[in-house]
C-alpha cells in the first residue's frame, strides 16, 4: 500500500512502476484547494529529515472530478485520505467521498496539528467530538484514522480493525 502523500496523485508513479492493482492512499483531500507551505518544505537536521508540505491538495471538487477517475481507471484500489479544519468538514468530506465511484475506503487524518486540538490518544478515541469519530460516522465505506505521533500504537491497530481495514475491500472493476 503507498501510504497517503507518498505517491502524489498517482500519476507521478506511473511511469515507473504498472499501478494495476496497487492500494494507494491519496494525498490528503480538504474542502478548498491547498497550494501547501513555502519552500523549503523538507530540512535536513542533525535528527533527521523535517517537513511540513501543508496538505497540498486539489480540493474536494477537483479531486473527484480528474484524479479519482485517474486513478480507476488506472486500476489502482482508492483510499482517499481527508483533512478538514472543523468537526463539519470532516463529516462532509466523509459523506461526499465515501460514496464516490472507486473509493475503496477513508484515512481520516487527524495527525496534522490544529489549532486547538490535543496531539494525543484522545484525538481519535472519543466517539463524539472528535475527527475521526465524525468522519467515521458519515463514511459510507470502511475508513481508518491517521493519527499523530503521540497516540498510542494499541489506538492505531484498534482503529484500522474497527473500520474493516484487516479485510481486503474489493478491487475496483
Known sequence: MVASGCGGTG????AY??????????RSITLDPRPGGSSPRVVETPSG????????????????????????????RVFVSIAGSTMGEYADLARRLSRA???AGLEINVGAPRPGWARTC????SPTTRP???????ASSPATCRCSRSCDPTCRASWRVRA?????????S
Open 101 to 103: 465511484p472507486g473509493v
Open 122 to 125: 484522545s484525538t481519535c478515541a
Open 164 to 172: 474493516g481495514w484487516s479485510t481486503r475491500a474489493p478491487r475496483p
Open 11 to 14: 500519476r507521478e508513479l506511473a
Open 49 to 76: 529529515p523535517v517537513n511540513a508540505i501543508g496538505l497540498q491538495n486539489p480540493g474536494l471538487e477537483h479531486f473527484p472530478a480528474t484524479e479519482l477517475p485517474w486513478l480507476v481507471r488506472a486500476g489502482v
Open 132 to 138: 475521526a469519530s465524525w468522519g467515521r460516522s458519515a
Open 17 to 26: 512502476a504498472d499501478l494495476v492493482g496497487l492500494d494507494f492512499v491519496t
